[in-house]
């Protein structure tokens, strides 16, 4: 056998022995990064907790949530003192708002709202308190829709 003959060839075989080493090293690489998985058991008695999770958890939401310009309403409820206050539509989406207002006020009451630049035709829409939290200073109200407004109506709110 004569050396002579793979001389040409050895560039090559350098080329494919590098890339060799570099997929090993890079796949080694991985390997190691990852943390083995440990089963924890689950104590006697106890449940599962991925049995106890609601199905439907995850699709609470129906409706895409918009958030834009805050829009101006009036705000009607037994709930407050005066009757009426003010606030801000926060973000909107067919199935409710996010109103940012200066009073708080209870899960499962009622109000009722209407963006300042409605016209008079337009009806008052009634929305269910759903959460409320305070934001510093004033409170972000989650509220649901009793019922789905027309579509020119949920336009006023931004």
Known sequence: MNFDTFVPWLPYAAIAGGVAIAVFILFKRRERGKTPLVQLAVPEGAEDPE???DPNYS???SALRREGKPVPIRITSPSLRSGRDGGYVLDRSTGGVRIAMSLAMAPGSTMQ???NNAPDSIPWVSVIVRNCRNAGQHFEIGCEFEKTP???VLLLFG
């Open 59 to 61: 699709n609470r939401r």
């Open 51 to 53: 049995d106890t999770t």
């Open 150 to 152: 027309p579509w020119n």
């Open 113 to 115: 709202i209407r963006a």
